[in-house]
């Protein structure tokens, strides 16, 4: 089972970036899937999921700002986010979830200063 997150970077405040999670070793499709951030010297923080349907959540201090979308046919979970702020810092994992079965990518750095 893998997760590749990817398409993090150096942004300034307002910008734009994309990332992208890879999925292998599982079927994609059956998995709810998730993005969880980590800012510097503070605990996991939900920012949005998605449903096997579609059906997507975000956590309030997004909400409006970023968008959470899925390509079953590729294997791809993506988080586009817009107006970035500098309190979005933070390094960004996907997960998957079914049942018991957890799964957890490596993460990719965000960082958003001008």
């Known amino acids: 089972v893998q997760l590749v997150e990817s398409g993090g970077g150096l942004v300034q405040p307002g910008g734009s970036l994309r990332l992208s999670c890879a999925a292998s070793g599982f079927t994609f499709s059956n998995y709810y899937m998730s993005w969880v951030r980590q800012a510097p010297g503070k605990g996991l923080e939900w920012v949005a999921d998605i449903s096997r349907d579609g059906s997507s959540r975000y956590a309030d201090s997004v909400k409006g700002r970023f968008t959470i979308s899925r390509d079953n046919a590729r294997n791809t979970l993506f988080l586009q986010m817009n107006s970035l702020k500098p309190e979005d810092t933070a390094v960004y994992y996907c997960?998957?979830?079914?049942?018991?079965?957890?799964?957890w990518g490596q993460g990719t750095q965000v960082t958003v200063s001008s």
């Open positions: 997960n998957a979830g079914l049942g018991i079965k957890n799964y």
